[in-house]
Antibody
Framework: DVELVESGGGLVQPGGSLRLSCTAS????????MNWVRQSPGKGLEWLSY????????YIADSVKGRLTVSRDNAKDSVYLQMNSLRAEDTAVYFC????????????WGQGTLVTVSS | SYDLTQPPAVSVSPGQTATITCSGD??????TCWYQKKPGQPPVLVVY???KRPSGIPDRFSGSNSGDTATLTVSGTQAMDEADYYC?????????FGGGTKLTVL
């Protein structure tokens, strides 16, 4: 079965940094594009980033551009989200998600990891 | 930037049909997906490529997309269908989500 497991969330002070990981199993990770999506408390889903199967193509949402970087290690079946200069409004559950195909739909999601930005 | 607009809330009686719309400029020229989101759970893809259902999704969920509006229809709505629903499309490389619609089954 396909499984995505996020880790790395927690409490961080404003201005701090955090690196989230998403480890995949049950499919050929190196063949699939991956995305990060978050949901802040009481808010809707917000897409953050896309990374192609090889890592050669990356898209970042304008709302977080300059503060987020995404990378992947296909040898470790993992994708990463580096978040810098964190703000209170970055408090959210962060999900990694895999597309069904290419630009088809995000069919597999992890359970999410909670990031709380607070002093 | 490209925007998708959904009604904040839709209510339906059990067994009836719920219709949730998603509007965007020439949205019919793009593929649209729909997700169901319940509290404490990850989103579930219920419709992709406008009208296709992933494996395991009941056939009471259906979708369409034409002109500026995509529509998710839930036929024979059940109590378990009460959730937030989000439309999603792609604009160039970016993934765009609608603001979400809370479906209440009264």
């Amino acid at each position: 079965d396909v499984e995505l497991v996020e880790s790395g969330g927690g409490l961080v002070q404003p201005g701090g940094s955090l690196r989230l990981s998403c480890t995949a199993s049950g499919f050929a990770f190196s063949s699939y594009e991956m995305n990060w999506v978050r949901q802040s408390p009481g808010k809707g889903l917000e897409w953050l980033s896309y990374i192609s199967s090889t890592g050669s193509t990356i898209y970042i949402a304008d709302s977080v551009k300059g503060r987020l970087t995404v990378s992947r290690d296909n040898a470790k079946d993992s994708v990463y989200l580096q978040m810098n200069s964190l703000r209170a409004e970055d408090t959210a559950v962060y999900f990694c998600a895999r597309d069904l195909g290419s630009r088809t739909g995000l069919v597999y999601w992890g359970q999410g990891t909670l990031v709380t930005v607070s002093s | 930037s490209y925007d998708l607009t959904q009604p904040p809330a839709v209510s339906v009686s059990p067994g009836q049909t719920a219709t949730i719309t998603c509007s965007g400029d020439k949205l019919g020229d793009k593929y649209t997906c729909w997700y169901q989101k319940k509290p404490g759970q990850p989103p579930v893809l219920v419709v992709y490529q406008d009208s296709k259902r992933p494996s395991g999704i009941p056939d009471r969920f259906s979708g369409s997309n034409s002109g500026d509006t995509a529509t998710l229809t839930v036929s024979g709505t059940q109590a378990m269908d009460e959730a937030d629903y989000y439309c999603q499309a792609w604009d160039s490389g970016d993934v765009i989500f609608g603001g979400g619609t809370k479906l209440t089954v009264l």
